[in-house]
């Protein structure tokens, strides 16, 4: 049972122009959404995050939106640029018995072309 | 600050043997996280590990196991292989919690199973 799904496994985008991200979850008890981005051969890395009562959360070029009723959120990079170019996980996380428990998305791979 | 360190960095077993994969977490983070991630699927968690002690587990059967240090460093055990285990193996450590700016991945360990 995916409970958290990317539903496109790749994106291309030409430097400059926005990249929207994906992701879906069936889980209404998640309560914190985060975004981590992964290049080839190295571990993903965190990017932003957006609590369950928040609707958007920005970071410079980064903005994570919350749409609860959908149980939609979406990563939208503004302006692309090619060192963009990596697969980012959508992940989800609900607290269980005193502790966080994540789930991660398969991952969409954004390529931003020069 | 070293960054989450994992060995070796690639693995080759035949089925039916053992795996020992080992990751060190970042200075002062007490919690280690253990995810899996095969062709096409997501981060698939594996283990957690805080103050020594297994904290939980995902769906993954028992000759999946490990063990935390007592300096915080871990050791993922996999027996009798299968075919499917060929993955890549992730670690991560946080402090205490998950929220906020997440988990610190290492680099992975590439397991090849033949």
């Known amino acids: 049972d995916q409970q958290v799904k990317q539903n496109s496994p790749s994106l291309s985008v030409q430097e400059g122009r926005i990249s929207i991200l994906n992701c879906d979850y069936t889980n209404s008890m998640f309560d914190y959404f985060l975004w981590y981005k992964k290049y080839p051969a190295e571990g993903p890395t965190f990017l932003i995050s957006?609590?369950?009562?928040?609707d958007k959360n920005e970071d410079g070029r980064f903005t994570v939106f919350l749409n609860k009723s959908a149980k939609h959120l979406s990563l939208h990079i503004v302006p692309s640029q090619p060192g963009d170019s990596a697969v980012y996980f959508c992940?989800?996380?609900?607290?269980?018995?005193?502790?966080?428990?994540?789930?991660f998305g398969t991952g969409t791979k954004l390529q931003v072309i020069p | 600050e070293a960054g989450v360190t994992q060995s070796p960095t690639h693995l080759i077993k035949t089925r039916g043997q053992q795996a020992t994969l080992r990751c060190s977490p970042i200075s002062g983070h007490t919690s280690v996280y253990w995810y899996q991630q095969a062709l096409g699927l997501g981060l698939q968690f594996l283990l957690w590990?805080?103050?020594?002690?297994?904290?939980n587990r995902g769906n993954f059967p028992p000759r999946f196991s490990g063990r935390q240090f007592p300096n915080y460093s871990s050791e993922l055990n996999v027996n009798a292989l299968e075919l499917e285990d060929s993955a890549l193996y992730l670690c991560?450590?946080?402090?205490?919690?998950?929220?906020?700016?997440?988990?610190?991945f290492g680099p992975g360990t590439r397991l090849t199973v033949l």
């Open positions: 991560a450590s946080s402090l205490w919690s998950l929220m906020g700016t997440g988990q610190f």
């Open positions: 590990y805080d103050e020594g002690e297994e904290r």
């Open positions: 957006i609590s369950s009562i928040k």
């Open positions: 992940a989800a996380s609900r607290t269980a018995g005193g502790y966080q428990k994540v789930t």
